[in-house]
């Protein structure tokens, strides 16, 4: 186990810095390829039906047009010929391969030009012709009622045993369809190098992933596609799967014999790469008159597309954050003709954790008692699935810090207490909780002459921070000097690595990285040693130009010396690990506590975020700056999952309304105070070599529940329904006075 | 002459469209049908116009042919290679694209390229002098101002008009400017803290 550390780089800011201030950074839409032509899908204009015909001839006359790929024209994929081996694949793999319309905007066109002007012009041609099918599901509120709740058969205690609790509420929440949004679109560029050899540039999350689903596929041995997402800008989930302009811009690559690159337009983001499903819950949650939480009902439903199951588990919270004795979960998934949902930041959990701890203010309210003495006795003392101690657990540390940070103690503890001009203030908290994961990853070291290492791995970093990461571990492991670490990350030639997601693209990573450096460092005892002078591994450390033995200042060698002697140009080590049997020993999550101060303005409705304070458990902080950078645009996230955003689905046509950035309002940095985070920074002793947990989502769990909970601080009003825009304030300000 | 139009007021252009997938589908269509059939869609469909145009893009002169439809955005994305500008909604709503113009802030999605004779267009690839960074660059370094990058060139641009127009007297005045330029990512402490430390 290492010690935590704070180390401040001479080099300023991220190793990637330099590439992203400058513009040199390369992001998938951006390689310049000979030959290189440019597709612009076409979606449907219905919602469900079925596609009878396309009439692309006006769009082929445009000057620059190559071919308009669809049903009716396509290359011939063995895999997807027939409706049972479609089967296989997800919907979205597989759109020119049916004439079946499931939702509006659904690719049926794929025109290639050679310029984008073209291409986007002549799309605005193709005219299809349909079956229309009126009789559709759109609407969730009435859709919903039609579908039961499943147990989820995993009961904890019964809940006869709480009912006649002396304190319950049983309240039902709401939250609106969201939308990742990363702020580069969806993009991929594809070029056959031959009929067996694929080359993609990619906006995913995972190369690896992509190899494997286009091999599946194109019938090819995933050793023959090489993928590259180097830079990606941003994903928050999005590209966790491999979506259909991967797929369109490889068809048309091979059906016309050059290099083809699709870029979806802004309004497509909302139709074709996924988004947070709209959900209703129901909690119940029951509690002793000393505050001790006896049980609880969670109960939930939520959207998901007509042909394709994602089910996000948003119950699953209810089992981990306290220590209930009494569980009972209850889940469905509704089926609306809308494309696919995804998993987006937080999955679950984050929707989930506002029903929970929006309960519990409303019982803390009811019962007069503080919320944070709530929590913390209610912590759960141990991982209540399994039974397994935490393997390292401090959320009441950040409950404490959090309360002390915002003055907590200070409080009103009734609403309408704080009032300047039209402005009135409140305080709110939540907390949050995510499973600590750590999955199967790569990573190999390559050694030059003079000593300088390049360290590669598949694995991609979306704005996370992994490669700044990567470079804090080696120096940690290997006591290199960080100057002289290079990275090389997201492409598939490289050491394959689990998806960046999650939260546990680190701590998977950090088990790869400390085993390749204990492999270099056994190389390079072997080839130090000599009869005289023997080198022991673990005790070796690298220097700038020479390797040395802790404790043993005089035993010494330089690079240069041990390569000659040995004969070599450089040395290369390459290593994989995975979580092992403490996955069995112990429980592993991370943990939020937010605080926060809001103003509420009684006129307008307007709801202002003036403080923010977020506390986190997540081991190890291997990367502060960047730590603190997640953390601070999860709380930027949960703004506008509380606040602003919401996708507007026209419930008669299917249509979505307003589905760019100015329909669809992301929180904007004037949304926001200047966000205090802190970290516990504790090493979890058995997690992965790092002692890191991940924290890409827990900061965004629990930060809904805090602004409604301050919000109902403020004015007294529940808002059981996100977002809560200004126009839900000043009519709840109406209909109170 | 009787079966020519005389403008595109005699015909409208969903007539246009939809006449011709007729005539489209239609095997055997006499010579003098597809004549007229040719005019018409001379007139609806627009011919695409390439126009010559010269500016300076980071200080170096350019002598161009541009399609009247190319926008400055993607003149410098997919016809110079100049990617450091980025597209994040290609409709003005987002930040992503914005360049300098004649030392104005401009963003080059709305913008088309065709407008701009003989002007001076600085981009993020134009900011440093060799390799010496701007220090706005320097300063988004420091407070780790992004994360995944990709709207990072168009907040910079826009940070260096931040600081030139004056509008960094307080934190609040700063997040108020800079809410043209999104970003998801939500790095929105270390953007702030970067323009306030340039500004002092």
Redesign the interface.
Known sequence: MVKPFNILSNRKGRVEGKAKVTGKALYSAEYELPKLAHGVLVGSTITNGKIIGIDTSIAKEIPGVIDVLSYWNKPNIAALENAEKRKDFPIHHTFFHTTKIDFNDQPIALVVAETLEDASFAASLVKAQYEENKDMDIDFDNVRKRVDLNDMKDDRGSSSNWQNAPHIVDQEYEIAMEVHNPMEMHATIAQWDSANSLRVYDKSQGVNAVQNNLGALFNLDPKNIRVTSEFVGGGFGSGLNMWFNTVAASLAAKQLNRPVKVVLTRPQMFTMVGYRPESWQRVKIGAATDGKLLGVIHQSKHTKSQNHHFSEGITAIAHKVYGFENVQRNATTVPLHLSSPTWMRGPGDSTGTFGVESAIDELCYKMDVDPVDIRMKNIAPYEMQTGNPWSSHFLDECLQRGAETIGWENRPTKPLQLKEGNWYTGYGMAVGLWNAMRRHAGASIEMDKKGNLVIRTAMTDIGTGTGEAIVNMAHEFLGIPREKIKIELGDSIHPKAVTQGGSWGLSSLSGAIAAASTALKEKLATYASTNDQQWKAASIVLGENEISMQGKPDQKVTYASLFTKNNLDTIMVEEYSSAGEEREKYGFCSSAAHFYRVKVHALTGQVKMDRMVIVVDAGTIVNPQAAANQIIGAGVGGVGMALTEKQEVDINSGRLVGNDFAGYHVAVNADVPLIEVSFIDKPDPHINPMGAKGLGEVGLIGAAPAITNAIYNAIGVRFRKLPVTPDKVTSSFNSSA | MRDQPSSSKTYSRRFF?KS??AF?ALAVIPNSVKAFYNHI?EIF?PK?EILPLSLRINEKPYSLDV?S??TLL?LL??NL???????????G??G?CTVHVNGERVLSCLTLAATLPESDVT???G??KGDE?HPM??A???H?G????????GQ?MSAVACVQEGRTTS??E???F????????????????AIQSIAK
């Not at chain 2, 800079?178 to 803290?193: E, F, H, K, L, V």
């Open positions: 469209i011709s997938s489209a869609k469909v695409k399609d439809r190319t993607d994305r997919e290679q100049l990617t450091g500008t980025k597209k994040g909604c290609d409709h709503q987002c992503a981009t993020i690839e900011l440093a960074l660059q320097e988004f370094l420091e780790d992004f994360q995944c990058g990709y709207c990072t060139p910079i934190v609040g700063i997040k108020e800079m809410s043209g330029n999104i970003c998801r990512c939500g790095a929105y402490n270390g953007i702030t803290n």
